[in-house]
């Protein structure tokens, strides 16, 4: 039996770009917050050179800013980034279910209708927070379906790359839980029955509508 080699342990740098990477992806950190090196050095109980030096990634990420006596700032886009990053998704997943329809097997189709089911069962009993992190593992899983080699690994940089706050996820709006479970419903009978046509243009107007959710006043 082998025996595998042990894993080196994470840097200080590794730690704390881990740590501020989730919570800007999970927008805990929302978009327009400072970073102050100091602040977060202090938090995270490590010195200031890691800090910087995770500082510098997320720069590279385009997840943060340098601006002059401002220091670093988590970046807030705005409407026109939104149309782009809701523009792309619709892209990458509407591919994704085209392909998908031709190539789901009776027993993913199995595990989208259970997901689906769990979902409508949770918006029934008012339990809308738990909606949204369904609705990702739906979309995903459409896509890792249609696109395993590729695919599946654009759309999670994607939607990693501009997290949804908490509070602006449409899953909380009652209204839209059932025209957003409506769209589940309709790409799930386009994937039943092998049309890729349908399943991609109801997952491009489902991820647009909820990008022009996002854009309202």
Not at 144 to 173: E, K, T, Y
Request: glycine content about 8%.
């Amino acid at each position: 039996m082998s025996i595998s080699e042990p894993r080196p342990p994470m840097s200080k740098a590794d730690y704390v770009y881990t740590v501020l990477l989730d919570e800007i992806r999970s927008a805990r950190i929302p978009g327009g917050t400072a970073l102050r090196a100091a602040a977060v050095a202090k938090r995270l109980g490590v010195s200031v050179t890691p800090v910087r030096e995770a500082l510098r990634r997320l720069e590279k990420d385009r997840l943060i800013s340098y601006e002059a006596h401002h220091g670093a700032t988590v970046i807030d886009l705005g409407d026109d980034a939104l149309e782009e990053f809701y523009g792309l998704r619709a892209v990458v997943e509407g591919l994704g279910a085209r392909l998908a329809a031709s190539r789901a097997t009776p027993a993913e189709l199995d595990q989208l209708r259970e997901l689906h089911a769990s979902m409508v069962e949770d918006a029934e009993q008012g339990r809308l927070d738990r909606l949204g992190a369904q609705s990702q593992a739906f979309h995903l899983r459409v896509v890792d379906i249609g696109g395993p080699a590729f695919l599946g690994q654009h759309a999670r940089a994607v939607r990693n790359g501009f997290p949804v706050p908490p509070l602006a996820s449409l899953w909380l709006d009652e209204e839209q839980v059932r025209k957003q479970l409506d769209a589940h419903a309709r790409i799930l009978k386009a994937l039943d029955e092998a049309d890729g046509d349908t399943a991609e243009r109801v997952m491009i107007d489902h991820v647009r509508q909820a990008g022009e959710y996002r854009r309202r006043p």
